[in-house]
């Protein structure tokens, strides 16, 4: 099995930066996607960013191109998530996923592993 833990929410004003990350443990050597969403109150889990364990392949939103970044540390078996230019509506509970498919989904059905969650909120 695969265990995902988050961290590094918290509240920041609107401009403002904030580092997420996602620690996977358990039989990670065949994660090949890992992914973050997030998910507002009464709104759907929507992918921001995800990429690839190679680091081949990204993805960002539009909504969040220019201000989020992605990345990976195989070695420590861990993807952050650097959100700059925060706005209010980047409020929301945030998601790591992963899955052992080599292809980037833009839905959260197809990954079977998630975290917890982190909850981002921003002030205007």
């Known amino acids: 099995q695969v265990q995902l833990v988050e961290s590094g929410g918290g509240l920041v004003q609107a401009g403002g930066s904030l580092r997420l990350s996602c620690a996977a443990s358990?039989?990670?050597?065949?994660?090949?996607?890992m992914a973050w969403f997030h998910q507002a109150p009464g709104k759907e889990r929507e992918l921001l960013a995800a990429?690839?364990?190679?680091?081949?392949?990204?993805y960002y939103a539009d909504s969040v191109k220019g201000r989020f970044t992605i990345s990976t540390d195989n070695a420590k078996n861990t993807v952050s998530l650097q959100l700059n230019s925060l706005k209010p509506e980047d409020t929301a509970v945030y998601y790591c996923a992963a899955s052992r498919i080599l292809t980037i989904f833009t839905t959260p059905g197809p990954y079977p592993y998630w975290g917890q969650g982190t909850q981002v909120t921003v002030s205007s």
């Open positions: 990429i690839t364990r190679s680091g081949g392949s990204t």
């Open positions: 358990g039989r990670t050597f065949s994660l090949y996607t």
